[in-house]
């Protein structure tokens, strides 16, 4: 595996060169078929200088979707073990994954013989339930009333906004088990969500319009 290092602001050391050669060895053991490694350290201040950090950025490359992981801390070789534990979590979750669906198939399975469908749940909507979803009249349950089952379900949920980079966002979708996460991009301030697509590839989706950050009450 290649691994390649570049400096933003901030210049790259021997001691760090062959750490960073250390850390590869452990993300090249838990992805065999690494291609490329790249690491960009960038050297962040803020408030005129007086608050500064460290950024390292991740980027695998091998014969499945590109891998990343960032991490920020006041030391750069803080960030870099920050980020290489983001990097070996994402491809130990992705190897078990792939050891899980080898091992349990998902989705329907098509008996020939009997002409059932296996490994999911299916329950069939009644003559009514289907008559009414047709012409739209789906009766309105009042309150402290047990409501009809309906195939048409629409589940109201509200969270409190969340600012975070999108490869935390990635992150935090694996953690919950969802195939999609929705948060506010930090580099933008916009409206985002991530989802899963197929394989381990994923996607983003932003709003043109950005956050604003909820007010405070004293």
């Known amino acids: 595996m290649d691994t ?17 050669e250390e850390k590869a060895t452990r993300i090249e053991h838990l992805c065999p078929r690494a291609q490329t490694l790249d690491v ?29 992981a960032e991490a920020v801390d006041g ?48 329950q069939p909507a009644s003559v009514d339930v289907i008559r009414a979803v047709a012409t739209g009249s789906i009766p309105v349950v009042a309150d402290g009333e047990e409501a009809p089952y309906s195939p048409v379900v629409i589940r109201e949920k509200q969270f409190d906004a969340e600012w975070m980079t999108v490869e935390d966002a990635v992150d935090r979708m694996e953690l919950v088990g969802h195939d999609f996460f929705l948060f506010i991009d930090a580099r933008t301030d916009h409206p985002s969500v991530v989802y899963r697509r197929k394989g381990w590839d994923y996607g983003v989706i932003s709003l043109a319009t950005a956050a604003q950050p909820q007010a405070v009450a004293s």
Do not use: C, W
Not at 4 to 20: A, E, H, K, L, N
Not at 45 to 57: F, I, K, L, P, Q
């Open 75 to 122: 030391d750069k070789f803080a960030a870099l073990e920050k980020a290489v534990d983001k990097m070996a979590e994402q491809l130990r979750r992705a190897k078990e994954k792939r050891v899980d669906n080898r091992n349990h198939p998902r989705g329907a399975k098509f008996e020939k013989g009997s002409g059932a469908l296996q490994g999911i749940d299916v």
């Open 40 to 68: 960009k350290v960038t050297h962040r201040s803020y408030r005129n200088g007086r608050m500064e950090d460290e950024a390292v950025e991740l980027t695998l490359t091998h014969k499945g979707p590109v891998v990343r």
């Open 4 to 20: 390649s290092i570049v400096g933003v602001g901030v210049g790259i050391t021997d001691r760090f060169r062959s750490v960073v």
